[in-house]
């Protein structure tokens, strides 16, 4: 360690290894992410920047529209990762027990995960037309008048959250299911003895033992909530009016509009809003794996 | 009775299942092969014609065979980010799990945002403009490798810790160069993570959407799902053509899916578990 003592001998694992990928992550994530804490203070067109304070944020905040995108981008997170977090552990439970056709079950809803955004909100964004589309049709012989899906501004970002769980629940489940193999068959058998019931068993054993892996999915549906962006887009582009709207759909209308530092600004309100959220989380958990 | 019960469970599982994660996926194929008219009217029913290769000749030619360019442009852009990737992130996982250096940290600390943080867009557009890689290939290429750094070197870095150290060792002795180790012996005991990868990122690369949105626009730089997003304000009137765009679109993680089902469930749990 001391700098007087001559290398002997040189690594054999050499840093230049990190360059190349230090290189193109340097200068096309870390560099824009930076700067955008500049840009967000401008007047920006690309070409020149005129420095003018914190106009962009008050401006942001003192829009109705731009501040019920923020409220929307919590919504949308909180919805989609509590109904994954459920959906999947509930679904995890069911698929690793004894059950006919489990493997064929486990790629079934596993599926959607691999499969083009675009393509499941075209889809259905089609099945819940308010006359034509299916489900509404379904819902009507079975007498329940269906609402309007995407066109009612109370209920279009619901909607959207309800496809992007229907998408993002497998990759939940999975984990589950890693997280559900990992609990020593011990636990239950000892419980059984004891005359424990399945729900005592769900809730005293199941529940407590998979939480790393809760926290895993909690993080990673919370964070691709809030980044959200082309589901919402494919499926209402924000609307109707500016209902479903979230920061990431604001900042790609903001960007097109051509006021990139209102755009940028929106990023580092973005960025703000996940450490926030994510960072204690994250080093909560970290705390905890340390401690075990 | 016990032993009726799996059977039951199943069944009903199934059923539900189906209804709730098989039908939009028929219900996409149903529209592909129907006429126009029929389409349009967005139900169950069997087509009264069956029109696939027409519909399918159909997409191919709109806008100037735009589907093929499309096609064309997205396995481009996903072969080649995914090598690089592939190439960068083992040589980083490598050294971040092999050398105790300064640099780890730095090396973790970016690994962490690279996973966490959204990219502040307007100042990459900037930016990409400045270097003259706006609305490139190349520059949509580097974007993607830059974008999905992070989980690469995170499942490498994770596989590397399996693999003995006495391995580089002996090679060492062997008068091996640090270079020759890492490229000789350490690379092809890779395998099954860098499939777990090429398959993983190729999927996330294939279907991105945004990230063309921003940095690629431009008639001769559509992708795959870029189409899709075109087809969908063009086709209102042509269900027809439009499900049989998504349905080809589906159709290639369909195919890497069938054939790398493990490889795709290890890599996300594992990548996932580790994040």
Same mark, same amino acid.
């Given at each position: 360690m001391t700098e007087t003592r001559p290398r002997s001998r040189k690594s054999p694992y050499p840093l230049w290894f990190f360059i190349p990928a230090a290189i193109i992550y340097g200068v096309l994530f870390l560099v824009p992410t930076v700067s955008s804490l500049w840009f967000s203070l401008t007047r920006w067109d690309l070409s020149t920047a005129e420095f003018i304070g914190f106009e962009n944020f008050q401006q942001f905040f003192s829009e109705p529209f731009l501040v019920k995108g923020l409220v929307n981008t919590l919504i949308y997170a909180v919805a989609t990762s509590g109904l994954k977090t459920v959906?999947?552990? @509930?679904?995890?439970?069911?698929?690793?027990?004894?059950?006919?056709?489990? +493997?064929?079950?486990?790629?079934?809803?596993?599926?959607?995960?691999?499969?083009?955004?675009? $393509?499941? $909100?075209?889809?259905?964004? =089609?099945?819940?037309?308010?006359?034509?589309?299916?489900?509404n049709v379904t819902l009507e012989a079975l007498g329940i008048p269906g609402p309007g899906w995407l066109t009612n501004p109370a209920l279009a970002l619901f909607s959207v959250a309800l496809v992007d769980v229907w998408k993002g629940v497998g990759l939940a489940t999975l984990i589950f299911i890693? +997280?559900? *193999?990992?609990?020593?068959?011990?636990?239950?058998?000892?419980?059984?003895?004891? /005359?424990?019931?399945?729900?005592?068993?769900?809730?005293?054993?199941?529940?407590?033992? =998979?939480?790393?892996?809760?926290?895993?999915?909690?993080?990673?549906?919370?964070?691709? /909530?809030?980044?959200?962006?082309?589901?919402?887009? *494919?499926?209402?582009?924000? $609307?109707p009016g500016f209902s479903s709207d979230v920061i990431a759909s604001v900042i790609y209308k903001q960007y097109q509009a051509g006021f990139y530092g209102l755009s940028t600004a929106g990023n580092v309100i973005l960025f703000a809003l996940i450490a926030v959220i994510i960072l204690p989380i994250t080093l909560w958990f970290n705390r905890r794996e340390v401690e075990e | 009775m016990r032993s009726v019960r799996p059977y039951v469970t199943g069944a009903i599982a199934l059923a539900v299942a189906a209804m709730i994660f098989v039908m939009p996926f028929v219900f996409v194929a149903l529209q592909a092969v129907k006429s126009k008219s029929e389409a349009s009217r967005l139900d169950f029913e069997l087509p009264?014609?069956?029109?696939?290769?027409?519909?399918?000749?159909? =997409?191919?030619?709109?806008?100037?065979?735009?589907?093929?360019?499309?096609?064309?442009?997205?396995?481009?852009?996903?072969?080649?980010?995914?090598?690089?990737?592939?190439?960068?992130?083992?040589?980083?996982?490598?050294v971040m799990q092999r050398r105790r250096t300064v640099w780890n940290k730095v090396a973790s600390v970016a690994l962490f945002m690279g996973l966490m943080m959204p990219p502040a867009?307007?100042?990459?557009? $900037?930016?990409?403009?400045?270097? /003259? @890689?706006?609305?490139?290939?190349? +520059?949509?290429?580097?974007?993607?490798? *830059?974008?999905?750094?992070?989980?690469?070197?995170?499942?490498?870095?994770?596989?590397?810790?399996?693999?003995?150290?006495?391995?580089?060792?002996a090679a060492l002795i062997d008068g091996a160069k640090p270079r020759q180790i890492f490229f000789r012996v350490i690379l092809p005991l890779l395998k099954p993570v860098t499939v777990t990868n090429i398959v993983v990122q190729s999927i996330a690369i294939f279907n991105d959407f945004t990230n063309p949105l921003y940095y690629l626009p431009g008639k001769e730089n559509v992708t795959v799902q870029l189409t899709l997003y075109n087809f969908q304000s063009m086709y209102t009137s042509q269900y027809n053509l439009l499900f049989m765009n998504i349905l080809l679109v589906t159709i290639p993680p369909l195919i890497v899916f069938i054939f790398f089902n493990r490889q795709i469930v290890a890599g996300m749990t594992s990548g996932a578990v580790k994040g």
């Open positions: 959906c999947g552990l @509930l679904l995890a439970v069911l698929l690793t027990g004894n059950i006919f056709a489990r +493997g064929f079950l486990r790629t079934l809803v596993f599926f959607p995960v691999l499969v083009s955004t675009i $393509g499941i $909100g075209i889809t259905f964004t =089609v099945m819940m037309h308010p006359t034509r589309g299916i489900i890693a +997280g559900l *193999a990992a609990i020593s068959p011990d636990y239950y058998e000892a419980a059984r003895i004891d /005359g424990a019931t399945r729900l005592q068993q769900f809730f005293r054993i199941t529940l407590p033992l =998979v939480r790393p892996a809760t926290l895993v999915v909690v993080t990673l549906s919370l964070i691709g /909530g809030l980044r959200s962006f082309d589901l919402i887009w *494919a499926m209402t582009r924000g $609307g | 009264g014609q069956w029109l696939f290769w027409d519909n399918l000749t159909a =997409v191919f030619k709109a806008r100037d065979y735009q589907l093929v360019l499309a096609y064309f442009n997205s396995t481009l852009i996903t072969v080649v980010s995914v090598t690089i990737l592939l190439l960068l992130s083992a040589m980083v996982g490598y867009v307007v100042p990459t557009i $900037g930016l990409l403009q400045e270097i /003259g @890689l706006f609305k490139t290939m190349t +520059g949509m290429i580097l974007i993607q490798v *830059a974008y999905n750094l992070s989980f690469s070197i995170l499942l490498y870095r994770s596989f590397i810790s399996t693999i003995p150290r006495d391995l580089d060792e």
